[in-house]
């Protein structure tokens, strides 16, 4: 994982929850965690990690994470046994 990767990670677990983050840093950060990402349809990608599967759907127009979104990928992260 690299530094910048390490930064996305602290960041979906800080308190209040940021609505920041760009969807293109989860979803790398996704890759370096060694998440098996495939596409869904329409906006859709599914993410499995240690047995935890998730759907998420990447913002659009904007390139930033909604506060709901990133309380989910924290929530995905916990349960998979990933922690900051």
């Not at 965690?33 to 596409?39: M, Q, R």
């Not at 869904?40 to 935890?52: H, Q, T």
């Not at 659009?60 to 046994?81: E, I, W, Y």
Request: hydrophobic share 35%; charged share 25%.
């Amino acid at each position: 994982m690299n530094r910048k990767q390490k930064k996305t990670l602290e960041i979906i677990f800080k308190h209040p929850i940021p609505s920041t983050i760009p969807w293109k840093d989860i979803e790398s950060l996704f890759q370096a965690l060694g998440c098996l990402v495939s596409e869904g349809s329409g906006s859709r990608i599914r993410v499995k990690l240690n047995g935890e599967r998730a759907v998420f759907h990447r913002p659009h127009p904007q390139p930033n994470t909604d506060k709901g979104a990133v309380s989910s990928v924290r929530k995905f992260l916990l349960n998979a046994g990933v922690k900051p």
